[in-house]
C-alpha cells in the first residue's frame, strides 16, 4: 500500500477534474494514477477521496495532473511579468502531452498558429536536458511551479490564471533574422581573428628590425582581438 494521502482531486467519466467540493458521495471516481476513488470525509477528517483498491500513487502527481485538466478547461494564463504590453494570454485551444520535436512538454497553447509551451513543474524542476530540447523548439515557454497544498480547483484557477508567482520564462524564442545576424556576426569575427594573427606573426618574425615598434603593433593587435572576443560573448 502507498504511503497515506488524503488525495484531493479526481476524474468523473467524462474526464473532468473534480475537487471534494464539487463530487459526489457514494459515486466512483478515477484518480489520476487511474484506480477507482471516493470521496469520505466529515467532523473529524477533512473531505478526501481514498483509494477503494491497493495504488501505488502520489499526492504531486495528481495535483500535477489537476493543473493540466484545470489548464486545458480555462485555457488562459496570468504571465509572470508584462510580455509586450500583456499580462495574460488566452489560447484558442490547449493540448496536454502532445509531443514536438523530440519532447513532450505538459501543454501547449495555440494562439492562432503560434506554440506556447506551459511545463507545471514538480519537485523535480525542469532539467538541463529537458532545457535544451525547449531551446530546440524555440518557442515561448513557461514554467509554472505547482503548489504543494492547493486543495481545489479554484486554487489551481486562481494560480494560473489571475497569480504571477510560481512561475518563470524558460524560453523566448529568438528569431531567425537575429541569428542570421549573430552567425554572420561569428563568421566576420573569426575572419579577421585570423588575419589578425596573421599579422601577429609576421611581425614578430621580423622583431630584429624595429623591436620597440613592432612590439607596439603587436600589442595593439592583441588589445583589438581581446576586445572583439569580448564583444561577441556579449552579443
Ligand atoms: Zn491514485
Known amino acids: 500500500m502507498s504511503k497515506y494521502f488524503k488525495i484531493p482531486f479526481a476524474y468523473d467519466q467524462d474526464q473532468n477534474v473534480v475537487d471534494v467540493l464539487s463530487a459526489e458521495r457514494g459515486k466512483t471516481y478515477k484518480c489520476s494514477c487511474g484506480s477507482d476513488v471516493k470521496l469520505r470525509g466529515g467532523h473529524i477528517v477533512s473531505d478526501h477521496f481514498y483509494h477503494i483498491t491497493e495504488s501505488k500513487c502520489s499526492l504531486e502527481s495528481a495535483i500535477h495532473k489537476a493543473y493540466k485538466s484545470v489548464f486545458q478547461k480555462n485555457k488562459k494564463i496570468r504571465l509572470p511579468f508584462e510580455i509586450n504590453g500583456s499580462k495574460y494570454i488566452e489560447f484558442d485551444r490547449v493540448e496536454l502531452e502532445k509531443k514536438i520535436d523530440d519532447y513532450i512538454p505538459d501543454a501547449i497553447g495555440y494562439v492562432d498558429d503560434t506554440m506556447y509551451l506551459i511545463e507545471f513543474a514538480k519537485t523535480s524542476y525542469i532539467g538541463e536536458r529537458k532545457k535544451k530540447k525547449i531551446k530546440k523548439t524555440n518557442v ?25 508567482f510560481y512561475k518563470k520564462l524558460i524560453h523566448i524564442p529568438e528569431y531567425h533574422e537575429a541569428k542570421d545576424l549573430r552567425e554572420k556576426f561569428k563568421k566576420a569575427y573569426h575572419d579577421l581573428e585570423n588575419k589578425h594573427r596573421q599579422k601577429c606573426f609576421d611581425l614578430e618574425k621580423k622583431h630584429n628590425q624595429n623591436i620597440s615598434w613592432y612590439k607596439h603593433q603587436i600589442e595593439l593587435l592583441k588589445s583589438t582581438i581581446k576586445q572583439m ?7
Request: aromatic share 4%; hydrophobic share 35%; with cysteine.
Open 140 to 164: 515561448l515557454c513557461i514554467e509554472v511551479s505547482i503548489i504543494k497544498t492547493v486543495k481545489s480547483i479554484h486554487e489551481i484557477e486562481k494560480h494560473i490564471t489571475t497569480d504571477n
Open 229 to 235: 572576443s569580448k564583444s561577441i560573448e556579449n552579443f
